[in-house]
């Protein structure tokens, strides 16, 4: 059974840089075709795709927010890293993590992130 | 980057009715096409890959169709738990999702 689970800060001000950790569980990243990604929902607005790791460590950015983001992953620990500099308000979501190839198949709770002084 | 244009915005339809959302990309993304159901407070969940391949544990009633930039899901009979958003997403080149069609009770 594969689940995944979304962890970090619910509070951020802004300028600051977001971390958030995908830990998950019944699959492997370094199985071929394997990726996990990470998708954002503003409060009633619609879902936006942010970044996309691969078993092989190829990264895929959204164009837009490419340049403030960072995804990384850890096999040994079943972790993928999501990074995001320089925080707005308007960053403010629920983020998802989910298991990837490359439709999203399986998703964690998500994580509500404020982003206010 | 690929733009995923969803019609209608809100849809009103009767229980056990038919239901039919349509998604168009501003060019082609093969049949590289997947849909999702969202219910308030909850992730979404996979229904359609590959533009026509159910996801595993989704009904018969939901059914997809399209390739290139037009595609369609169909939902053949509604029940009370479909009445969710409904999100297209392309993976043919990067990821994008649509902006979602509300399936409302008429």
């Known amino acids: 059974q594969i689940t995944l689970k979304e962890s970090g800060p619910t509070l951020v001000k802004p300028t600051q840089t977001l971390t958030l950790t995908c830990t998950f569980s019944?699959?492997?990243?370094?199985?071929?075709?394997?990726?996990v990604g990470w998708i954002r929902q503003p409060p009633g607005k619609a879902l936006e795709w942010l970044a996309l790791?691969?078993?092989?460590?190829?990264?895929r950015y959204s164009p837009s927010l490419k340049s403030r983001l960072t995804i990384t992953k850890d096999t040994s620990k079943n972790q993928v890293v999501l990074t995001m500099t320089n925080m707005d308000p308007v960053d403010t979501a629920t983020y998802y993590c989910?298991?990837?190839?490359?439709?999203?198949?399986?998703w964690g709770q998500g994580t509500m992130v404020t982003v206010s002084s | 980057e690929i733009v995923m244009t969803q019609s209608p915005a809100t849809l009103s339809v009767s229980p056990g009715e038919r239901a039919t959302l349509s998604c168009r990309a501003s060019?082609?993304?093969?049949?590289?096409l997947a849909w999702y159901q969202q219910k308030p407070g909850q992730a979404p969940r996979l229904l359609i890959y590959?533009?026509?391949t159910r996801a595993t544990g989704i009904p018969a009633r939901f059914s997809g169709s399209g390739s290139g930039t037009e595609f369609t899901l169909t939902i053949s009979s509604l029940q009370s738990e479909d009445f969710a958003v409904y999100y297209c997403?392309?993976?043919?080149?990067?990821?994008?999702f649509g902006q979602g069609t509300r399936l409302e009770i008429k």
């Open positions: 989910a298991h990837s190839g490359p439709f999203f198949d399986i």
């Open positions: 019944g699959f492997s990243l370094s199985t071929s075709g394997v990726g």
């Open positions: 790791i691969y078993w092989d460590d190829d990264k």
């Open positions: 060019q082609s993304v093969s049949s590289n």
């Open positions: 590959g533009a026509s």
């Open positions: 997403q392309q993976y043919n080149n990067l990821i994008t």
